[in-house]
């Protein structure tokens, strides 16, 4: 295995193994310190020797032995001596655990958004830690600079330290309090893989799969949580459109132009009968509104179908349960695709006004699309070119060099 593959597979597989081996351990940092001396004796290893048949089981067992190590020769053996005992007898009694939730991954999720933290800072810190997101990668959800969301996390950590807060599996009473900041996290590890800041590919199919298996567990854990069943039809059926979003050579492919018969029909049939079980509730939160954007989106047969005054009027709505400088961007681009660009432009003015996407990607992009509906290529040119100064993934970028290319072309 090449030292690419390696760095793949801890992508890949780091925050399910770090769950594993703090449930074993008992102690954050020293399953945090063994998980990277256990990728990097695969480092040293596995170019040389090839990879194990089982290369996960093989890190978490290095992990562990060198967490044990760690524990003998340090300082703090006394006072960590308990972890040494944890490691042997959580072995055999994993059969028995009476802990609600079945999955290592999610109960760590849980035990990050601690509610003594405010929940962006859980948010982030479960990102971080156990969603295997880059810093700049959750800054961007967050809509932060990098340096500003890294702050956040020291002090969380800080905090959780000084505090004593314990990174103890909550009890299913308190389950509830933090199932909020948990579909959160799910919500945003599904966002980088639906859209990736960073690398040539644009989407992260490995992420995309992993927050619905998360967000499935949620819906059986909460069976009774109408927005657990929203956020899981909303990962469906977004998740619908994967197959058509690329095209042969990888290069994104915009929702209009996509071939609709490649959208994932299963997935749009189990979202849809999730969304119909919220809908007839009556109470439609965040992730339930997206999810009925999405349901729009996946009954129109052809892109010329799509009804977007529907679409601009639920993100009315989501605007007035969730209000955010994103959904108002996401507001204007429908009501451009059902009344006009010429319609939305001054409402991109007004978004722009307010800072908070000023160095946005997506909000450049928008501009430069309407500019181009609207028939004014010179000055959509000039935001393309922003937008793909602002472009963190490769694939994007190319999609964006394409339509700069087609405005400058027709000039």
């Known amino acids: 295995m090449t030292p690419d593959e390696i760095d793949a597979l801890y992508r890949r597989e780091s925050g399910a193994i770090l769950a594993t081996l703090i449930r074993r351990l008992g102690d954050f940092d ?55 005992a944890v490691v042997t007898e959580t072995e055999g009694r994993d059969a028995d655990d009476p802990t609600p939730i079945p ?36 800054a961007r959800a967050f809509l932060l600079p990098p340096a500003t969301l890294a702050q956040r996390l020291v002090r969380a950590k800080k905090k959780i330290r000084d505090a004593g807060i ?7 009473a308190d389950l509830p309090e933090r199932l909020e900041a948990v579909m959160a996290v799910v919500y945003l590890i599904f966002t980088e893989g639906h859209a ?14 992993e927050a619905i298996r ?30 058509a979003r690329l095209d042969d050579d990888g290069d994104v492919v915009p929702l209009e132009e996509q071939d609709r018969s490649r959208w994932d029909q299963t997935e749009i049939a189990e979202g849809r009968a999730l969304l119909d079980t919220v809908v007839q509730t009556g109470t439609l ?39 955010s400088p994103v959904v108002a961007l996401n507001r204007a681009i429908a009501i451009a695709m059902a009344d006009g660009a010429d319609r939305a432009l001054p409402l991109l003015d007004a ?61």
């Open 103 to 138: 999955d290592d991954l999610l109960r760590l999720l849980f035990t990050c958004c601690h509610p003594a933290l405010a929940i962006e800072t859980q948010v982030a810190l479960a990102l971080r830690t156990l969603g295997g997101l880059t810093t700049e990668e959750i």
């Open 30 to 84: 020293v399953a945090e310190e063994a998980l990277q001396e256990a990728f990097s004796a695969a480092l040293e290893q596995w170019p040389r020797e090839g990879a194990p048949d089982q290369p996960v089981g093989w890190l978490v067992q290095t992990a562990k032995h060198k967490a044990i190590d760690r524990l003998r020769r340090g300082s703090v053996y006394t006072e960590k001596l308990g972890a040494l």
């Open 166 to 172: 314990p990174y103890q599996v909550p009890e299913a």
């Open 285 to 323: 939160g965040p992730y339930s509104l997206q999810a009925a954007i999405a349901d729009v989106h996946a009954r129109a047969a052809r892109a010329e179908d799509t009804a977007w005054s529907q679409i601009a009027g639920l993100y009315g709505l989501l605007a007035e349960v969730a209000p």
């Open 351 to 411: 978004i722009e006004a307010g800072g908070e996407l000023s160095d946005y990607r997506l909000l450049a992009a928008a501009r430069a699309d309407l500019l181009r509906r609207a028939g004014r290529l010179d000055e959509a040119a000039g935001h393309y070119r922003r937008a793909i100064a602002l472009a963190g993934n490769d694939g994007e970028r190319r999609f964006l060099e394409r339509r700069l290319g087609e405005v400058t072309a027709t000039r």
């Open 196 to 209: 990736a800041t960073h690398g040539d590919a644009p989407i992260r199919a490995d992420l995309c799969r």
């Open 214 to 243: 998360l967000a499935r567990l949620l819906a059986r854990l909460f069976p009774t949580s109408t927005e657990a069943r929203g956020l899981l039809a909303l990962l469906l059926l977004t998740d619908a459109r994967r197959r």
